[in-house]
């Protein structure tokens, strides 16, 4: 009897979602499952508060060609240059500062790994790593820590697929992932796969391109976020 509470009390600890749509055009929804039993904490950790570096412009580069090289939003490569008056006007020489919008990155990798292995186990294709997408899902991750909520549907941003249509992305199929509390890589992808509405998300093959995105509450606590997609074009 204690041990079955122990399971229980255990398992009322993850708190996890998935949601996935097999069509931006259509609207169907398939798959929803939620399991909510964990207390969400607040206070953030803001993107743009970590260490930085600089970048010196050479011949024929423009700020979005920098913000592609270094995988970083244009918004915020503009933000972090104050000093440019028209970022359409950049010049040889001038110094650019660069923010450092994924401290997390080398947990996000594994994340993708462990998809890949998961995905390779099952006869499945390999996801490609889209860092637009991995933008998108560290700003959810952040958004959940900063309007205090656990939810595939954000305050903010609104659905999932509304949000990375209005961060740019096209696709013709697409799926989230969220969890929160979970200390690392093989710790959210193990609650992942033994929910059966997430492990569908991770071996779906209509997929094909993934972004991971995690953010860090001031006390410690990881957020999570998985995007799943099959870009247009």
């Not at 229980?8 to 398939?30: D, E, K, N, P």
């Not at 010196?56 to 270094?70: C, E, L, N, P, Q």
């Not at 001038?94 to 990155?105: F, K, M, Y």
Request: charged share 15%.
């Amino acid at each position: 009897m204690k041990t079955n509470k122990i399971k229980q009390m255990m398992c009322m600890i993850l708190a996890i979602l998935s949601f996935i749509i097999i069509s931006s055009t259509s609207g169907l929804v398939i798959g929803a499952k939620t399991t909510e039993n964990a207390t969400i904490v607040s206070n953030a950790v803001s993107l743009e508060s970590f260490a930085t570096t600089s970048y010196t412009v050479r011949s024929g580069d423009s700020m979005w060609k920098i913000a592609v090289k270094y995988e970083v939003g244009i918004s915020e490569l503009i933000k972090a240059n104050p000093q440019i008056k028209n970022p359409a006007l950049i010049y040889v020489g001038q110094v650019i500062t660069i923010p450092n919008a994924a401290p997390l990155s080398s947990i996000e990798d594994e994340v993708i790994r462990l998809v890949n292995v998961q995905r390779a186990n099952n006869g499945l294709p390999q996801l490609t790593k889209n860092w637009e997408a991995s933008r998108v899902a560290r700003y959810k991750s952040q958004d959940m820590i900063d309007k205090n909520y656990f939810a595939h549907m954000s305050p903010t941003y609104g659905s999932p697929f509304t949000m990375m249509q209005n961060f740019g992305l096209r696709f013709s199929a697409a799926a989230e992932n969220i969890a929160y509390g979970q200390r690392t890589a093989s710790e959210v992808m193990n609650s992942w796969m033994n929910s059966p509405g997430h492990r569908a998300n991770i071996l779906n093959r209509s997929f094909t391109h993934i972004g991971v995105g995690a953010a860090k509450a001031s006390n410690g606590t990881l957020y999570w976020t998985q995007m799943f997609l099959k870009p247009i074009g």
